[in-house]
């Protein structure tokens, strides 16, 4: 492993929702040292009962490769797809984000969050819990805005992503 | 599969046997306890699966591999809830490293005590997660006879590896319907066997135009069959280039064939480990550039390409870079390879061939292996030769267990069909020799099975001995007693200054009483003089055998390459070690 560039890959699985399938992808990267930047989960396909796992991780691009030979080693594992070597792709994440203040701090952050198209989805005399979406960019340079003006909480999804085109995975 | 569900008739328990049964299963080793009494109830009642009762259930699993590494076929075991299930720990992950195929049944307490720390109730799925190609916890009876079917094709299929299955004892009890192996196939898991044909071409363009070509073989040929061996021994054959073996590929090409140039690796030989290093086409055939093979890696046979077949595409590209990855079952890419080479009617170049010859002969004239026997203490390469010698005509079958011995059985015992040796590579695990032989008895009852055992080791897994006598197993083993855990020893005496911190082991047994109070027979040689005799009379008696061979306490393993040197930085003797001190880098290594 003397490839020293690090790269940043998002790489989406198709897996059996099945208990446990979740452990070993997360055991996975834990058991062999691997970075996990990011990784969401939900069921995609009700019917074949699959779900969709979205895995952003970092690493050289030997490393890349074993983490997709390892992924794909799993049983329940149908399919991995490295969304960064693919091609064209988008990324989006959701953040949830409480602020508190008043007077002018309050209405900078509402101003901010009207630049950056978030939206408020809940309001007290002195809070907003702000809705945003976007790239993971976006939503850290939001943040990044609140700090300042009362920020009290995140919650974040974690990268989902897709590939453009007319093509499935 | 149908989507009819069958008529439940059964139990669970008899569900799992018939599966079992189906599956082609014959034997079982295992272990009894409250949550598999509806399983031994229901094996009381057939009798077409014999079930063998070890000891200790990390004996069921070395036995289990023992059995599958010398038939092909998959080993089964199976044991209690709890404490039953972790003692399989250590069986699982050795079966794991070394790709033997194994179906491990746990009991588990009833589904709805599941996670309520019930009495014996271990997370059995958690726990051997990380040391098991997959594993299942069966929670539904409807799914029980799938899971079973399922578990014998992950096992089995792709590169070989132990599958737990966990099974509440209510899902054993209670009825299930029965679905027959044809009628299960899996959904994802369905390994890739045929090579790409361009990498085929590939890959004969550049064994074509090698000048200093060699084969390194692994387990991986062997885990494809003897078919795989023998087109490996067709093809060397026919190319006329050098082949060395992983310890783990002992038996895949012919010892006693001169293109074979010993093992690779930590303690392989001089000519092998620089033909590695020198090489300018590596074929690599089912091997997996193992640490203990590559030695350091950023001087690793620095001026080849590198051709690599492997049914596993995580195993390639893993810690070295090859130009031909070539993903499939060893025998299928060879039997495409060859009939490539065959119509394109290629040859090796002959001129360059020769000249590689002659160097590796220069090598190998260096006699890496070399030793001074006087005629009195036994040195422990002696008493391998000579066992070698008065066993090699017999249908013989050897197990070891870890350390010096295993090291020089491997450099001493030539092995010239697959499936004939048996030992513990990548977890090196000792107590896994003496196990491991009683399954291998139990698959060919009417061989010779040796374990090539050290004093240290075999004290793991020593009450296997019960075993072995209750079923009049005729196992031998055969001690090369120094007293010491040799290769720690040897470890520190090279890397420690000789500071020999707790290698020795004081109070070891009379392993001749020993043997006699486990109903077996108990020999001892202490002298060159007795150690023929003592070798026959332990092949002659049709019993099981212990021989303690009493041998030099203090001879190394040579050659060796220390942790983090290069194959050309090996030490070929005690006088090597002071020239050639090893790198701090080293030292962090295993
Ligand atoms: C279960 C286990 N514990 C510890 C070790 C580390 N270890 C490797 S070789 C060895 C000594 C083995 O001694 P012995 O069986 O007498 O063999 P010898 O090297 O003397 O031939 C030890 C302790 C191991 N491989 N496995
Ligand atoms: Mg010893």
Redesign the interface.
Known sequence: MNDKNIERHTIALLVDNEPGVLARVIGLFSGRGYNIESLTVAETDPYEKLSRITVVTTGTPMVIEQIKAQLDRLVPVHKVSDLTMVGPHVERELALVKVAGTGEKRVESLRIADIFRAKVIDSTIGSFVFEITGSTEKIDAFIKLMEPLGLIEVSRTGVVAIARGDKGL | MSNAIPPAEQSGAEVLLRALKDQGVDVIFGYPGGAVLPIYDALYQQNSIRHILVRQEGGAVHAAEGYARSTGKVGVVLVTSGPGATNTVTGLTDALMDSVPIICLTGQVPTHLIGNDAFQEADT??IT??CT???Y?VKDSSQLARIIHEAFH?ARSGRPGPVVIDLPKDILINKAPYVAPEEVR????NPRVKADPDRIAEAVDLIAKAKRPLFYCGGGVINSGPRASELLTQFVRMTGFPCTLTLMGLGAFPASDPLFLGMVGMHGTYEANLAMHGCDVMIAVGARFDDRVTGK??AFSPNSKKIHIDI???S????V?VNVPIVGDVAHVLEDIIALWKRRNCKPDGKALSEWWAQIDQWRARECLKYRQDDKIIKPQYAIQRLYELTKDRDTYITTEVGQHQMWAAQFYKFEKPNRWMTSGGLGTMGYGLPAAMGVQIAHPDALVIDIAGEASILMNIQELSTIAQYRLPVKAFILNNQYMGMVRQWQELLHGGRYSESYTAALPDFVKLAEAFHCVGLRARTVAELDDVIKEMIETDRPVVADIVVDEKENCFPMIPSGAAHNEMLLGPEDKAAKPTSEEGMVLV
Do not use: A, E, Q
């Not at chain 2, 899996?186 to 898991?189: E, G, L, P």
């Not at chain 2, 390639?316 to 810690?319: C, E, L």
């Open positions: 799925t958690g997660r990380p190609k997959h594993n916890l992950v899996h959904k994802s898991y890696l950023s596993d595409p995580s390639i590209n893993k810690n870079h």
